[in-house]
């Protein structure tokens, strides 16, 4: 695993248990593997480098997450989509100081819907995924602009 | 004791419901809680209402949490507000900035206990 795997492995297991209060698991079962995509959010950064991180939510563990984090089982779409961008815009920000040198300062973009959902760009730097309960899953991808 | 007004200032409404959520876990007596998107916004109420506690957040649109600390400096109600960063923020000279405006500073993701911690040490008050 690169050091920017790790960091990323890191910072989303603790996102994960400290933000949404789930239990990630890194060792994947079929029905992790199958889960059926729920959406996804991307957060864009500026700096020193510059690139995107994407969160896709499987499963039907979007309503879950949304909830958690907001104490309301109720949460309405809006709600459970910007749960998620604030989920990867907290992983995001966290990351990309580790990566990229906490001596200089990075832009946040908003957080914006992946459209065309299971479809995310390939050959990220770094990703990582965790299983959900029984059949949920979450992946985080880590996009770099060439220099 | 009189009760604390807050005012939480961040660009998503989800990290605004997270805080005022665990704000009201923390056993503080609360007034009425205030929500801003952005610095102009949080300028708005602070300028319009008396505020104890403010809550920012740093990257945000149309003004950012360390421009709205500066303007905040200049106000004469800064002496008496208590101000806590909220934020993901990793960048040395931003947070280096933020000690030097006397906020204190909590890193995002949190826990609500340790926000609540942070809240009651700032704030003078046992829960």
């Known amino acids: ?39 996804a959010m991307s957060v864009a950064f500026r700096g020193p480098i510059s690139g995107r991180l994407v969160v896709r939510v499987c499963g039907g563990m979007l309503g ?16 459970q989509r910007d749960a998620l961008g604030e989920v990867a815009n907290v ?27 299971g479809h995310v760009k390939p050959h990220p730097v770094a990703e990582a995924s965790f299983g959900l309960e029984q059949s949920g899953r979450v992946d985080v991808f880590l996009y770099l602009e060439a220099a | 004791m009189m009760p604390l007004n807050v005012l939480v200032t961040d660009d998503s409404a989800v990290m605004r419901a997270m805080i005022v959520k665990t704000l009201r ?6 007034g009425e809680i205030a929500h801003a998107s952005n610095g102009v916004e949080a300028l ?30 200049r106000r004469p109600y800064a002496g ?11 960048s040395d000279p931003r947070l280096a900035a933020v000690r030097a405006f006397g906020a204190a500073f909590v890193r995002k993701p949190f826990s609500p206990e340790l926000l609540r911690d942070v809240v009651l040490r700032i704030t003078g008050v046992a829960a």
């Open chain 2, 44 to 73: 708005e109420v602070l300028d319009a209402v008396w505020i104890d506690l403010v809550l920012v957040d740093i990257n945000m649109p149309v003004m950012d949490g360390l421009e709205l600390l500066t303007q905040i400096a």
């Open chain 1, 1 to 39: 695993m690169s050091a920017c795997e790790r960091h990323l492995t890191d910072v989303a297991t603790r996102t994960l248990e400290t933000l949404c209060f789930c239990y990630p698991m890194p060792l994947l079962s079929n029905a992790h593997r199958d889960a059926h995509v729920d959406a």
């Open chain 2, 25 to 30: 876990m923390s056993g503080l007596h609360l």
């Open chain 2, 80 to 90: 008496a507000l208590r101000t806590i960063v909220v934020s993901t923020e990793g």
């Open chain 1, 64 to 79: 879950a997450i949304a909830s958690n984090m907001l104490g309301d089982a109720d949460a309405d779409t809006r709600m």
């Open chain 1, 91 to 117: 992983m995001c920000g966290t990351v990309i100081p580790l990566i990229g040198g906490s001596n200089v300062a990075f832009v946040l973009g908003a957080p914006l819907p992946v459209v065309v959902l």
